[in-house]
Each structure stands twice: as C-alpha cells, then as structure tokens.
C-alpha cells in the first residue's frame, strides 16, 4: 500500500514527472533559444516560473463555471500521470500493464485535450472558444495518424500490451528499424497532440491570444503549464517506449541514462521542429494530416504486416 | 506636361483663368468654386488620369473653411484642388465613389474641422474618442486647449 | 470547417498581442470565416498638427520626427523639404546625398524589422531572432553616423547637422556587406520555406485595380504590380543622380509583399554603396532664415511603408500657419478591410502586418501638455509613495517595523 502510494506521488510518479517536466521545459526553451542565436533561460528558469505563478492572484471570470474552470487542468493531469504508470521507462516493465494497456495510455492522452477545451469553453472568452474548437478540430486530423502509427509497432510484436512490446524488442534487438518510418508519423503527430509549431493552432498567440487557455490565470495556469510540460515528458517517453526500444543494458543506472538520452533527443526533435518551420492554419492542418500522414501510416501498417507474415514462416 | 494640362484645363473651365499656378516642377495648385469641383475632377481623371488621392488638407482661413484635394499620376505631376466653403455651414461632397481610399481622410475633416460631408457612409469616427464634446473642432483657428479641459472639468 | 451558423464578433486591438500598438479591429466571424472588418483608428492621437503652429519651424522639425519612432528621418526630411521649397533654400548637395544615405538605412532597418514581425505573426518566431539581430549592424551604423538608434535628428532647415567622416564609410560599406550576405540568405529562405510560402501566397490579395481604388501605396502597391515610387516619380534628395529599380511584383499577395520587401533590401544596399561612392564635397548646411516667407508646398517621401505626404502653409511668421501630415499607413489600412473579405482568421495578423502598420504615424493631432483634467488624478512622487504607504497599511502591512528592520541592516554595515 505504501510503496504503491510512494510510486504513484514520488517515484517514479507525479513528483519524478514533474522534475523530468521541469527539465524538459528547460531543455526546450534552451534548444529553442540556442538555434535562434539567443542566450535563453538558465536551468532553474522553469521553477522560478511555476514558484512565480504560484503566487499570482488567480482571476475566475464572473461568467464562468468556476467547477468546471478549475476541475479541467486537474482532469488533464491526473490523466497523464495515470497514462504514465503503463509505460515502460528503463526497464522493459511498466509500473502496471496488462493487455490492452497501449489503448489506455492512448486515450488517456487525449483526455488533456478534451479537458482543456472543457476548460476553455466554460471559461466563456471568445478567444478562448475558437481556440477550444481549433483544438478539437486538430485533435481529429492528428489522433487517427498518432494511433496507426503507434499500433504499428504494436502490430509488429504481436501485443496490444506496452511492456509486452518493450520484451519483444528486447528479444528482437533490430526490428526497432522496421518503425522509423512509424516513428516520424508519431512524433509529428505528437507535435498536433502537444499543440507545438507547426501545429500550435489552437494557441496562436497572434491570432487568439491564448487559445483555451487565455483566461487562466495564477495557480491554475502554474498548474496547466506544468500539465501541457509533463504531457510533453508522457509523450516523448511513449514513443521512446514504443519505437526506440534499443541499449537495454539490464545495468539499473545505466538504462536511467539511456532512457534520458532517448526522451531528450525526442524533445530536442520536437523543438528543432518548431524552430524551423511556421505556424500553419486549421485547413492546412488537417489536409496535411489527411493526404499526407495517414496514407503514409497506413503502409507503415502494411510492411509490419508482411514483416510479420515473413517471420511467421 | 505640367503646362499641357495647364491650358487644357484653362481651355475647357475658363473659370480657372488666373486661378492656377505652378511654383514648380510637378506641381500644380487651383482654386474652384464647389459646384464646379465634380467637374474639374471628372476632367482630370479621364483626360489626364489622374488616379491617385495623396490625402486631402483642411484649412482655417478665417471667414472660410478650405479642403485642398491632392491628386497625383503616374510620372508624378502632383494637382493640388482647392475649394472653399463658408465656415458656418461648411458642406461638401464625398468624393468616395471617384477614389474609395478618401473614406477616411473625409471622416478626418469631419472630426478636425467640422466638415460636413454629404455621401459619407455611417461608421467609426476618426480619428477622435468617442466622448469628444460636440461642436468642438480642434484644428479650426479659434479652438484652445482650455476649452477641452474646461469641458472635460465639467463633467467630472 | 466549422459549420456553426452561430456568428459573433471578436475584438482584435485595442491590446492585442498581434499589434504592437493600440489600435482596434472588430471581426465578425462564422466559425473561422471573416464575414466583415471593422477598424477603429485614432487610440494613438497626439496633437502633433495643432502643436506645430504653435511652434516654430525648428521645433516642428523635431516634433513631427517624433510622429513614428520607425520612419522618424522619412517624416522630418519631408517637412524639411517642404518647409526649404517654400523658403526658396538651396539645400547643398553633401546634405542631399546624406539625407539619401540616412533614408535608405532607415529603409533596411524597417524592412528588416517588418520581416521579423511577418515571422512572429504566422509563428515563425526563429525568423524574428534572426531578422532583428541582423537588424542591430544597421541600427549600430545608424547610431555611428547620427548619434542616435531612433529619431536620428540629423536633418536641419537648409542642410543636415552632422557630417559624414572616411572612416564611417568604410565602416559603413562593411556593414551593407554582411546585410547583403544575410537578406540573400533571407531571399533564399523566402523562396523555399514550404511553410512560410503556404502561409503567405494566396492570402490578402489586393488586385491590381483594387490597389489603385484604394489608393494603396509603397511596397502594398508594388506588390500589386502598380508601379508607384515616389523616389522616382518625383525625385527628392538625390534620388535623381541614384539609378535603382522600382522593384514590383505581380503576386498581389502577402508573399509577393515579402518578395518585393526583400528585394527592395538589395537596391537599398546599391544606393547606400553609391551614395557614399559619389558624396559630392562642399558645406552640409545654408543659413535658414527664422521667419519663412508666405506660401504652400507640398511635399512627398518614400517612406519604407509608402508615401509619405506633408503639407505645409506659412504665414510669414516663425510658426507655420498649417501642417498637414499623411502617413502611409492612413493610405494602405483602408485596403486592409477589402483584403480579409472571406479570409480566415488566422490570416487577419499576417494581412494587418503585410502592410507594415505604423499606426503612431497615422494618428497625430490634440497634444495635451499638461493634462488640467482632475487635479487629483495628477500626483507627484511624493505623494504617490504616501499613498502607496497608506493603502498598504490599511491591509495590514506595517512599514514602521519593515523600516526598522532595514535601518538595523543598513547600520551594520
């Protein structure tokens, strides 16, 4: 009972995922500012923020549903964090599995989204609800790629069950290769899923100010961003679970390292992306996605397929 | 060029004999009465083409209200157009169905000097608040600071 | 994309993170169509007209250079200029060929600030860094040659006030070096950045007849294919004796914006290269006289945004009689409304930018120097540290013994 309580808060829980979130957001925003020629943030920038905004008054809109105002950021964390017991992080086991467990983690994922718009929507500014609908709109063109990509490789290992895959790539060192094609779909739907440039739409600061989150304020905006930060730390740690499931050394520390590497390098991807291209719109958006992104998922899916035919023989 | 539209000019409104000057290159400076103002606009576009309205200019001249009509062409010979109107009852025509671009330096005039233009479309003022006090024109001659502040004091 | 017939309208400006200055656009909206534009301008109103007649012309001079802190040279040499045709002045060549020079780095460091701000508006934050660090070697030549980042105050009645030495050219000459280097990097990027160009093609068109109905002017114009450049049309300065390429576009859109800004950047660069080539010798100033005699002039400036325009009308005295200002924005923002017609929403910030607003330069007039309104909204420092004091206590915050704690450690030292 204790230690499930100790793993759920402190380690490898909320309060590990925070730390990592912490340092994921430093790293980003220093990448971010070192390509753009700027000196950026020094490393305890990202706490100093959330200590800040903690200790900013919090402005509740008269004309919102204070309950479901405050609720949404609390409902995107707690999915997350649930999402991120299933995943295995440096050992090829999750903290908890079962069969079926990589369709849990996927829609607890999207839970963040639907929370925020919840939030957004009842928070009743206007920048906020096209934001909201922008979010919405997005998450149908991003999911369906996000998901075929990420079954892909599931396809492969014959599992629908994360740790299960991570043991079959540990038995099959190299066929992590077949899924770089599946691993690219991911990460740039992964970008639509954390509302990153290209894919910010929902947020554009010029177009809406904020988006969803335009009225939030304080300890819940201290709590969102840290949400949106360990969103991006769930994220990266899915895909590394699920397509870079190489250099397992059975060493504790040393997997600790690699793991790090790994979800690093998947966030340094993810700023390098919004470093070099802009920002599209909504249509353009969902056209990508749709002409583009499935088409190419859907034959990641149908070389695992005939990979698999191939092995079974 | 300049002299050309000069003598056209002068040729067809003879009105404006002694009323057109040029200081100097491309530019060219007229005075006419209001009710032949469509007139001399109408001949300059289609003969001349002149296209382009670079603003127009209000002025206090005491007993009367001038709006001067700078208009230019490709080549860039620049026609200014004066036309006067009496200070108490300052009323002129929109010229937004020649030059759509007008719209706003019209609703300037309105708000700076009082103008009343005829045609001009409902919309936002330009370019004073919308609490401004009423009949208060601040770029006509005989407006003061003070009398704002006086207003404003007012109401306070 | 959302078929909501629900149609409402959302207020961009007066604050608003896509404009850097306060000025108010209400969108009416169905889902993320556009159906109308509404623009309220005027927040930024200062008087300037009404109080330069009640200056004189000096101190106009240095007034309507403060009408924009972009294109300041552009507005004080062209009420300069009008101001010297009235008076009948024959402004040296030296100082022409100076003004030239000034205006032309005034073109790079606005061009090259509009790029950044194009970046930042469709999310392309990385090309703002870049833009407006390359920004900065311009704005340090500026800064060399004129004392001054901003509001260079290097024109005066009949002349310029600071002339130019060697070295600065030299220096000068290096710099549009290395500007050269980076816009062809900038022109490159421009042309094959996918992103970049499908957000800016094909959005806030403004056809070639549409421009000349709405009186567009400067690179809004160009774009449009009509060929409208004042430094041609009716040469100031030394533009007559510089020869450079109107440069146009056919594109009519955002993109073909960006193409012609960049490419003006280059000519920029040619002028800067022979103004400083062909600086003719002799005196930078004429004496002025104090009072100007009667008369009008208009005067015209291609200012890096378009034209711009100055009327003025003096009276004989040492004050003008009227000044009458149009910036370029005025012209260009009246063609905005007709561009986001059925466009979306995401387009509205890019559209708004692509014609480099500059709307401190389009509302000037009613200054109120010493604001008489209320003498108790007017506090001095003093007073308004009491009252800071006083509201904190009433809230329970004892300042007696903060004090006493700081006076201990300020003791011990």
């Known amino acids: 009972m204790f230690s499930a309580i100790f793993s759920m808060m402190i380690f490898p829980g909320f309060l590990f995922l925070a730390v990592l979130s912490f340092l994921g957001e430093f790293i980003d925003r220093k990448i971010y500012a070192r390509l753009q020629n700027r000196v950026g943030p020094p490393w305890f920038q990202p706490v ?43 050992t090829p086991e999750a903290l908890y599995s079962f069969n079926g467990d990589i369709l849990v983690v996927l829609y607890l994922l999207t839970i963040p989204t639907l929370s925020f718009f919840i939030g957004g929507w009842y928070s009743t ?42 043991e079959f790539y540990v038995i099959h060192p190299w066929l992590w290769l077949m899924n770089l094609g599946g691993f690219v779909i991911s990460l740039i739907a992964l970008l639509g899923k954390l509302e990153k440039t290209p894919f910010d739409i929902p947020e554009a600061e010029t177009e809406i100010v904020a988006g969803g989150f335009t009225e939030y304020s304080g300890k819940l905006l201290a709590f969102l961003k840290l949400t949106l930060n360990i969103e991006m730390i769930v994220g990266a740690a899915l895909l590394s679970a699920v397509f870079l499931p190489f250099a397992l050394t059975y060493n504790s520390f040393l997997d600790f390292v ?8 998947i966030i340094f991807l993810i700023s390098l992306a919004r470093t070099i291209v802009a920002r599209l719109r909504i249509d353009q958006m969902i056209n990508f996605c749709w002409k583009y992104l499935v088409p190419l998922a859907m034959m990641q899916l149908l070389l695992n397929l005939a990979v698999k035919g191939v092995m079974i023989k | 060029m300049e002299q050309n539209i000069m003598q056209n000019l002068v040729k067809e409104f003879n009105f404006l004999e002694g009323n057109i000057t040029q200081p100097r290159e491309r530019r060219i400076f007229l005075r006419v009465g209001l009710d032949k103002f469509t007139n001399v ?39 200014n157009i004066k036309v006067s109107v009496p200070k108490e009852n300052p009323v002129i025509k929109s010229i937004i169905p020649y030059f759509a671009g007008a719209e706003i330096y019209e609703r300037e005039l309105v708000d700076l000097f009082g103008a009343k233009v005829e045609g001009l479309p409902q919309g936002n003022r330009y370019p004073l608040t919308d609490d401004w006090p009423v009949g208060q024109f601040p770029l006509r001659k005989d407006w003061k600071q003070e009398m704002l502040d006086k207003k404003a004091g007012e109401n306070a | 994309m959302h078929n909501s017939s629900e149609e409402f309208k959302i207020p961009i400006g007066p604050q608003h993170p896509a404009l850097k200055e306060p000025e108010s656009f209400s969108v009416a909206l169905r889902g993320e169509k556009i159906l109308g534009v509404e623009i309220r301008l005027g927040y930024n109103h200062r008087g300037i007209e009404k109080a330069c007649e009640e200056r004189t012309y000096i101190q106009d001079m240095y007034l309507i250079e403060r009408v924009c802190g972009i294109c300041s040279h552009s507005h004080s040499t062209c009420f300069v200029q009008a101001v010297e045709e009235i008076a009948g002045l024959a402004v040296p060549r030296r100082a022409l060929y100076i003004r030239t020079l000034v205006a032309e780095l005034e073109r790079i460091h606005s061009h090259l600030l509009w790029l950044g701000v194009a970046g930042h508006e469709i999310g392309f934050d990385t090309l703002l860094m870049y833009t407006w660090r390359d920004r900065e070697i311009v704005m340090d030549i500026l800064a060399e040659l004129t004392g001054n980042r901003v509001n260079y105050g290097i024109n005066t009645i009949g002349g310029v006030r600071r002339d130019i030495s060697s070295i600065q050219i030299q220096e000068t000459l290096k710099a549009m070096d290395l500007l050269e280097e980076r816009t062809k990097y900038y022109i490159e990027l421009g042309l094959g950045e996918t992103t970049l160009i499908k957000r800016l093609s094909g959005v806030g ?77 002799g005196p930078i100033t004429v004496r002025a006289p104090r009072k100007i005699p009667v008369g009008e002039a208009l005067s015209r ?87 800071s004091i006083k509201w904190h206590s009433k809230r329970g915050v004892d300042f007696g013994k903060l004090n006493k704690k700081l006076q201990e450690r300020l003791s011990k030292y």
């Not at chain 1, 549903?65 to 964090?81: E, G, R």
């Not at chain 3, 576009?249 to 993109?255: E, H």
């Not at chain 3, 200012?303 to 325009?309: H, M």
């Open chain 1, 258 to 265: 690699i793991f790090l590497v790994k979800l690093l390098s």
């Open chain 2, 41 to 79: 606009l109408d001949y300059l576009m289609k003969h001349f083409n002149f296209t382009h309205l670079c603003t127009i200019t209000g002025l206090d001249e005491g007993e009367n209200l001038s709006f001067i009509y700078h208009l230019t062409k490709e080549g860039g010979i620049l026609i």
């Open chain 1, 48 to 90: 100093a923020d959330f200590i800040k905004l903690l200790g900013k008054q919090e402005i509740i809109p008269s004309e919102a549903n204070p309950t479901m105002f405050k609720m949404a950021p609390l409902f995107a964390a707690a999915s997350v964090v649930t999402a991120f017991f299933y995943i295995p992080l440096w």
């Open chain 3, 301 to 387: 400036y291609e200012a890096p945004r378009g034209e711009d325009v100055h009327y003025v009308k003096s009276n004989g005295t040492e004050r003008p009689e009227r000044v009458k200002v149009r910036a370029p924005t005025l012209a260009n923002v009246q063609a905005v409304k007709h561009m986001l017609k059925d466009r979306f929403l995401a387009d509205m910030p890019i559209v708004i930018a692509a014609i480099d607003p500059c709307f401190s330069c389009t509302d000037r007039l009613v200054s109120l120097e010493q604001d008489n309104r209320g003498q108790e909204n007017l506090m001095t420092w003093q007073a308004l540290h009491d009252y």
């Open chain 3, 205 to 281: 068109v403004l056809s070639y007849d549409d421009a000349l109905h709405f009186d567009a002017v400067g690179p809004t114009a160009r774009a449009s294919g009509v060929k409208r450049d004042v430094r041609k049309d009716d040469p100031y300065a030394s533009y007559g004796e510089i020869s450079f390429d109107v440069i146009t576009d056919t594109g009519a859109d955002v993109y073909a914006r960006t193409i012609v800004r960049l490419k003006e950047l280059m000519e920029a660069y040619k002028i800067v290269r022979q103004c400083l080539k062909n600086l003719p010798d």
């Open chain 1, 125 to 166: 500014s206007l920048y906020a609800r096209i934001g909201t609908v922008r979010s919405l709109t997005q998450l149908f063109a991003y999911e369906v790629p996000l998901f075929m990509g990420i079954l892909s490789s599931a396809l492969l290992a014959n599992t629908w069950s994360l740790t299960k895959i991570a």
